[in-house]
């Protein structure tokens, strides 16, 4: 059973650094992996996806970087902003499964 | 366009009542997903359907719980005779797949408390 986790739960930076988000995996047999960002009381919004093929996605300040042998996945925000405060969750799916499985989340909050 | 609309955005019903919560996919989706966010156990699937074919039921929680799809549009998730641990945020996702991309777009939720 296929299970994500992500490190750390919380996190809180000044404006203007760049950090990094971790999500792990225990079965890299996947077909993709996405992030989402979740603020408080909507839905999810897609941020990245990569497929099991590809080292990484860039989007503006966001990069997502998978390496399936280890079962990680990192995203990585350049120049934070206090708008990038949200909760931002992973997840994967994995071959011959439509589902998504989630990680627990990690909650992202950028002081002005 | 529109996005993945859901209603009602929240519920609260007594225990022991049946709920139905409804979901708008995106016009032309052909596949649409039922999640479940909880406190106490993140986010979980429930159901997934694929334009005819027979949903994948496989993460509904118990039989109380049921879905359908009419038209291969709009669905809807009905839990019977509710109990406290089913109160929730129900999420809403549809997605083109199989097709160019399997992204899920997300609805804003029905958040789901049972007193």
């Known amino acids: 059973k296929q299970e994500v986790t992500q490190i750390p739960a919380a996190l809180s930076v000044p404006e203007g650094e760049n950090l990094v988000l971790n999500c792990s995996f225990t079965?890299?047999?996947?077909?993709?992996l996405q992030w989402f960002r979740q603020d408080p009381g909507k839905g999810l919004t897609s941020l990245l996806l990569?497929?099991?093929?590809?080292r990484e996605q860039t989007s503006g300040r966001l990069n997502a970087s998978l390496d399936k042998s280890s079962g990680r996945s990192t995203l990585y925000i350049a120049a934070s902003q206090p708008g990038d405060s949200a909760t931002y969750l992973c997840?994967?799916?994995?071959?011959?499964?439509?589902?998504?499985?989630f990680g627990t989340g990690t909650r992202l909050t950028i002081i002005p | 366009g529109a996005g993945v609309s859901q209603s009602p955005s929240n519920k609260v019903t007594e225990k022991g009542k049946d709920v139905e919560l409804r979901c708008d996919p995106i016009?032309?989706?052909?596949?649409l997903y039922w999640y479940r966010q909880s406190l106490g156990q993140g986010l979980e699937f429930l159901i997934y359907?694929?334009?005819?074919?027979?949903?994948?039921k496989s993460g509904l929680p118990s039989d109380r719980f049921s879905a359908e799809r009419t038209g291969g549009s709009v669905s809807t998730l009905t839990i019977q005779r509710t109990q406290q641990e089913d109160s929730a945020v129900y999420l809403c996702?549809?997605?083109?797949?199989?097709?160019?991309?399997?992204?899920?777009?997300f609805g804003p939720g029905t958040r789901l408390t049972v007193l």
């Open positions: 996702a549809s997605s083109l797949w199989p097709g160019p991309t399997d992204t899920q777009y």
């Open positions: 990569i497929q099991s093929s590809q």
């Open positions: 997840a994967v799916r994995d071959f011959g499964n439509e589902k998504l499985t």
């Open positions: 016009s032309g989706h052909t596949a």
């Open positions: 359907f694929q334009g005819n074919s027979a949903p994948d």
């Open positions: 079965d890299s047999a996947i077909y993709n």
